[in-house]
Nanobody, 129 residues
């Protein structure tokens, strides 16, 4: 069992930065792939970024590539999402998720919501124009 708690959300002006954190509990956290997803009002939850358990590979949605960076510190059981050059369209609730294993390979293994086993409660990010 893994429990995830996000923090770091808030209100920021367009062009600003925020860093989200996701603290995980559970002995096997370091073996899990981790992802960030977001859900804007009236929209479906969508993939933002993911990182493999070894941090060897990172995946990003096209909409955030070059602006967001996902990282993890397995010693601290924490995964981060550094968000720069924020835009109003980045406004959403951001969720952290943990994946034990995927039935898919490659990019699909990490971008599909159904491939994640545990979810946090979310943290609100609001970007004003």
């Amino acid at each position: 069992q893994v429990q995830l708690v996000e923090s770091g959300g808030g209100l920021v002006q367009a062009g600003g930065s925020l860093r989200l954190s996701c603290a995980a509990s559970g002995r096997t956290y370091s073996t899990y792939a981790m992802g960030w997803f977001r859900q804007a009002p009236g929209k479906e939850r969508e993939f933002v970024a993911a990182i493999t358990w070894s941090a060897g590979t990172r995946y990003y949605a096209d909409s955030v590539k070059g602006r967001f960076t996902i990282s993890r510190d397995n010693a601290k059981n924490t995964v981060y999402l550094q968000m720069n050059s924020l835009k109003p369209e980045d406004t959403a609730v951001y969720y952290c998720a943990a994946q034990r294993a995927s039935s898919y390979s490659g990019n699909s293994a990490y971008t599909r919501l159904g491939q994640y086993d545990y979810w946090g409660q979310g943290t609100q990010v609001t970007v004003s124009s």
